[in-house]
């Protein structure tokens, strides 16, 4: 992650989930519009990561927004489709 982008990396430890979403959250809280997510180094998305991304979705949605997934692979786009839970995003390619 850097200060101008939110960067989604799989294989993340629980405090690095942690400190991910509490940052995400942050960002969340403060914009005016909808999140955006570079997915571009994310390959797969493990379980926890899925559950990450959900709960952020959700987050953004109590807040009248939407998370936008940018430049996912179709390995990821596919693992969401399969999970049920590609409606909770919005994609940018």
């Known amino acids: 992650m850097t ?3 939110l960067v989604v990396i799989g294989g993340l430890e629980l ?5 991910f979403m509490a940052t995400t959250t942050g960002v969340i809280a403060r914009a005016e519009g909808n999140v955006e997510l570079d997915c571009s180094q994310l390959d797969a998305i493990d379980e926890a990561t899925l559950g990450m991304l959900v709960a952020l979705s959700r987050a953004a949605g109590r807040r009248g927004a939407r998370l936008v997934l940018e430049m996912p692979s179709s390995r990821v786009r596919n693992d969401l489709e399969t999970a049920g839970v590609s409606h909770m995003f919005d994609w940018s390619v």
Not at 15 to 19: K, L, N, S
């Open 15 to 19: 405090d690095q989930r942690r400190e």
């Open 3 to 5: 200060a101008d982008q």
